[in-house]
């Protein structure tokens, strides 16, 4: 039947009678996700909703990123490598979302949020719990960090327990030693609650990787190769995610002192200096034709 009157008609199968079913709301759980929003200005200014919701679907997207980095590391663990790789791929496409969110918050003029920025108090993105998991997974341990979080325990323990576990580069380094990678043991054997660093005897490893990867026939460990460059792209799409955020703080507040206490622009340049994999970084200076 065509559409009369520009207007759709409802087929008699479409389920009306909800009550006691489930529904779209409930499975969704909308009650107390959309009851979450709480502007804190006084009046309410207008933008402090969109600031709330900038921040509340990175937390979305970033539970999801834990989910999957969590998978991928065991499927690592069970050596399959392939299902980790899918992980991996869902993931670069939420950073890659996250990334072209900014251009949301972009909106937001300095004017407009120095009007409701004292209503956020000390509060700051750097007191995050889901953000310092991520950077952890990756494998950029910080301790330290945990001090933020000794006034909410939950938080305090599940990045006490992230900071204890093997982070995506030990489960796939510990993957390529199983398949006959001349790992070195001192990766192998590292203290996993410490920043992973730089270590020169991982370059040769994944300089043999790439270099196979270059032959005519493809190489052997295609799959690895693969992974390899995955985890380049992990590893861009964060710098590309702290890029825009500091971009975003330079046009909005300039160089003010952080909401948390840091110096704010100089403190937020100093992350675009970590590194995650650094010796995959590396081996694009040794390879040769
Ligand atoms: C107008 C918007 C924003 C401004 C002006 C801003 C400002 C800042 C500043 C100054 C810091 C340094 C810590 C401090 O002293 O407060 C910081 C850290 C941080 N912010 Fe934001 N931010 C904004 C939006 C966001 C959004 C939307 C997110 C998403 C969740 C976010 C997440 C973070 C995180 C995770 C950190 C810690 C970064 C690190 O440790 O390197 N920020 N922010
Ligand atoms: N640190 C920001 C405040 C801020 O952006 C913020 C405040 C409360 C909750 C999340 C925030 N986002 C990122 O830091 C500032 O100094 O203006």
């Known amino acids: 039947m065509p559409v009369e009157h520009n207007t759709r008609e409802i087929e008699d199968g479409v389920v ?10 409930g499975y969704l759980g909308l009650d107390t996700l959309l009851d979450s929003q709480h502007p804190k200005s006084d009046p309410e200014h207008h933008d402090e909703l969109l600031f709330i919701i900038q921040h509340q679907t990175t937390e979305l997207w970033l539970k999801l990123v834990i989910h999957e980095l969590d998978d991928a590391r065991a499927l690592l663990a069970a050596d399959d490598l392939g299902a980790a790789l ?11 979302v996250l990334t072209q969110q900014w251009s949301v918050l972009a909106t937001l003029t300095p004017t407009e949020y120095a009007q409701f920025r004292g209503s956020l108090a000390s509060a700051s993105g ?20 945990l001090q933020v979080f000794e006034s909410n325990p939950a938080d305090h323990a599940a990045l006490e327990a992230e900071l204890r576990r093997p982070s995506l580069y030990d489960e796939f380094l510990r993957h390529l030693a199983r398949r006959g990678h001349a790992v070195p043991a001192e990766l192998l054997e590292r203290d996993v609650t410490q920043a992973h660093v730089y270590t020169e005897a991982l370059v040769p490893v994944f300089q ?61 340049k100093r992350a675009l200096e970590l590194t995650f994999f650094p010796e995959l970084y590396v081996v694009r200076t040794r390879i040769e034709g």
């Not at 009306?16 to 709301?25: F, N, P």
């Open 208 to 268: 043999a990787i790439y270099e196979d990867a270059g032959r005519p026939q493809g190489g052997e460990d295609w799959r690895a190769y693969e992974a390899c460059e995955e985890l380049v792209d992990l590893e861009d799409n964060f710098q590309f995610w702290r890029f825009r955020h500091l971009r975003t703080v330079t046009r909005t507040i300039g160089m003010k002192r952080g909401t948390g206490g840091s110096s704010g622009v100089d403190f937020l």
């Open 16 to 25: 009306t009678d909800l009550s006691d079913r489930m529904t779209y709301g």
């Open 86 to 96: 899918k992980r991996i791929a869902r993931v670069k496409h939420i950073q890659e």
């Open 126 to 145: 750097f007191q995050s719990a889901q953000y310092r998991q991520v950077e952890f997974a990756l494998g950029n341990k910080h301790a330290k960090m």
